[in-house]
C-alpha cells in the first residue's frame, strides 16, 4: 500500500521541480494540490494501518521511517499553505521520495510487543518523529540559504536569488523550526527514560541494550547536544545565517543516520 503514496509524492516532485523553473501560478496550485492528494492517500494508509494494529504505526523502523514522511508532508504544506511560499517544495519532496521509497519496497507487518503497550511510549515516539520532521523542515530551510546567500556574495542575483525567499525569512524560519524540534526531541527523550524506567527486567535482548551505549539512544543525545548547542550559539554569540544553516543540515544527517543505517545494521540498537 505505501507504493501509491510513493507514486504520488514522486509526481508531486516533478510539478514542484517544474513550478520551480518556469514560476508558474498554474504550475505551483498543480504541485499543490498533487502533494494534498499523496498527503491524503498516505493519511489513508495511515489510518488503515492504526485500525489493522490498533495503534499508530511506528513500533518498527519501516513503519515510523512511513509515519515520518507523513508528519514532514503534513507539517511541509502547513507551512506551505499559512506562507503561500512554495519555493521550498523542491528540497522537500526529493528527501519524501527517498525515504518513502523504503516502506514501499521492504512493507513490514506491525507486531505489538507487550513491551510497547505504555502510553510513555507512544508520547515517546510520536515527539521524536515530530521533532525528526521539525529537522527536516530546519536542513532544508538551511540549505536554501546557502544557496541564496552564495548568489549574493558572487553579486550574481540569478536563478535562487528569484526564486527563494530572503536571506532574513529563511533564517528566522530555520530557528523557528528547530527550537521547535529541539522541544520534542526532548520531551522524547525524557519520555523514553521514563518509559524504560518502569518497564520491568525481561530476557528481551531489545530492551536489554536500552542504555547510554545504545546507539539509538547515543546518536539521539548527540543530535540533542547538536541543537541545544544551535539554540545557544544563536541566542549567545550571534550564531546565525549560515553558521546555523550548517548546523541544521549537519544535525539532520545525524537524524537520517539514526532512522537509517542505525536502525537496519546496528543489531544492538533497541529496534521495535
Given at each position: 500500500?505505501?507504493?501509491?503514496?510513493?507514486?504520488?509524492?514522486?509526481?508531486?516532485?516533478?510539478?514542484?521541480?517544474?513550478?520551480?523553473?518556469?514560476?508558474?501560478?498554474?504550475?505551483?496550485?498543480?504541485?499543490?494540490?498533487?502533494?494534498?492528494?499523496?498527503?491524503?492517500?498516505?493519511?489513508?494508509?495511515?489510518?488503515?494501518?492504526?485500525?489493522?494494529?490498533?495503534?499508530?504505526?511506528?513500533?518498527s523502523t519501516t513503519s515510523a521511517i512511513s509515519t515520518f514522511v507523513w508528519l514532514l508532508a503534513?507539517?511541509?504544506?502547513?507551512?506551505?499553505?499559512?506562507?503561500?511560499e512554495r519555493s521550498m517544495g523542491v528540497f522537500i519532496l526529493p528527501l519524501l521520495v527517498a525515504l518513502q521509497a523504503i516502506p514501499a519496497a521492504r512493507p513490514m507487518l506491525e507486531a505489538r510487543s507487550p513491551l510497547l503497550e505504555s502510553p510513555w511510549f507512544g508520547v515517546h515516539v510520536s515527539s521524536l518523529l515530530f521533532a525528526y520532521a521539525s529537522f527536516a523542515l530546519a536542513c532544508m530551510l538551511g540549505v536554501t540559504y546557502v544557496l541564496q546567500f552564495k548568489e549574493i556574495k558572487a553579486k550574481h542575483l540569478g536563478f535562487f536569488y528569484a526564486r527563494l525567499p530572503s536571506l532574513n525569512v529563511l533564517d528566522e524560519m530555520n530557528l523557528r523550526a528547530v527550537k521547535i524540534g529541539w522541544l520534542f526531541l526532548t520531551v522524547g527523550l525524557i519520555t523514553g527514560a521514563i518509559w524504560g524506567s518502569q518497564i520491568q527486567p525481561s530476557g528481551d535482548p531489545r530492551m536489554q541494550s536500552m542504555s547510554l551505549g545504545d546507539p539509538k539512544i547515543f546518536v539521539a543525545v548527540v543530535c540533542w547536544a547538536l541543537y541545544s548547542f544551535e539554540i545557544y550559539a544563536q541566542r549567545a554569540i550571534g550564531w546565525r545565517g549560515r553558521r546555523a544553516?550548517?548546523?541544521?543540515?549537519?544535525?539532520?544527517?545525524?537524524?537520517?543516520?539514526?532512522?537509517?543505517?542505525?536502525?537496519?545494521?546496528f543489531t544492538t540498537s533497541h529496534n521495535f
Open positions: 500500500m505505501n507504493t501509491v503514496p510513493l507514486i504520488l509524492y514522486v509526481v508531486a516532485g516533478v510539478a514542484y521541480a517544474v513550478q520551480f523553473t518556469r514560476r508558474s501560478l498554474s504550475a505551483s496550485r498543480v504541485a499543490s494540490t498533487l502533494l494534498i492528494l499523496a498527503a491524503f492517500a498516505h493519511t489513508f494508509i495511515i489510518g488503515m494501518e492504526t485500525m489493522r494494529a490498533g495503534h499508530v504505526p511506528f513500533a503534513l507539517s511541509y504544506l502547513y507551512i506551505e499553505l499559512t506562507t503561500a544553516a550548517w548546523l541544521s543540515a549537519v544535525g539532520f544527517g545525524i537524524v537520517l543516520l539514526n532512522f537509517v543505517p542505525v536502525s537496519y545494521f
